[in-house]
């Protein structure tokens, strides 16, 4: 099972139609709010669609809190 949390910057497997490819969660419950790293566009999915459609955990946010 892949492992994301909330301020993850995270890639999904179909691009965005402004070209980009990295989105960032910005909520998280039954549904998974993510928006783009590009336009701002925000989108909100269902988890299992979410984890689905989710390539990979490019920055977890975590990690950044760490070194911080």
């Not at 566009?41 to 070194?67: G, Y």
Request: aromatic residues 4%.
């Amino acid at each position: 099972m892949k492992t994301y949390g909330l301020k993850d910057i995270v890639e999904m497997k179909k691009q965005h139609p402004c070209g980009t490819n990295r989105w960032e969660i910005i909520r998280m419950g039954m549904d998974i709010r993510i928006k783009c790293g590009n336009c701002g566009h925000s989108v909100m999915l269902p988890r299992r669609e979410f984890e689905k459609k989710m390539k990979r955990v490019l920055v977890s946010a975590q990690d950044t809190e760490t070194k911080a």
